[in-house]
Structure formats: C-alpha cells, structure tokens
C-alpha cells in the first residue's frame, strides 16, 4: 500500500519542511513494513507538497505512525499536512465490487 500526506507551506515554511522530511524518513524507514518515500513539490502550486511513502500494508503503515520516534520527527513535517484521506491500496488489492454502492 501507500500513503500519500499532501503538504501546504509557501517560502520560509517550504524550506524547513523540505529539510524536515529528511529524519522522518528516517525514522520511518527503521520501523518494520516500511519499503520507501519521497518528498514531492506540486509543478502547479509550488506550496503544495506531497509525502508519498509505500509500505508492506496498511497495519505496518499505522504502527510506524504510533512510534515515538516517528512522533518526534515528524511533528515539523505533520503542522502542514492536509486534513483528508491518504492511505491508498494498488488497484490490484481492490475488489472490483468495494466502491459500489
């Protein structure tokens, strides 16, 4: 699966959000489950930003985000973040039949 963390931060708030990811991924890659990341910047909205990082499953994803040290660290990044859905399953892992209603 993956996660997608839309982020909003203009200028100075940018810049730091920029270098805060750097320990955060840090931190997430220590925890198990975790497969990769990275940090993107909208080529439309350039204070828009996107933290897309892949994990082995949903359960690994939520247990990296309740350790303290990915608390820590992410907490610079986490004041900028979009308040919607992120958590994304491949098209592979979706039944057919899940979005009708």
Known sequence: MFAVTRLR???????SLATAVAPLLAALAARPGFRDGELGRSA??????????????????????SAADVKIAGA??????????????????????????
């Open 9 to 15: 931060a203009t200028g100075q708030d940018g810049e």
């Open 44 to 65: 439309d909205d350039p204070s828009l930003w996107a933290l897309v990082t892949r994990w082995d499953g949903v359960g690994s994803y939520r247990r990296a985000l």
């Open 76 to 101: 610079p990044v986490w004041v900028h973040a979009l308040d919607e859905p992120g958590v994304y399953l491949p098209s592979d892992d979706v039944r057919s039949d899940e979005g009708d209603a």
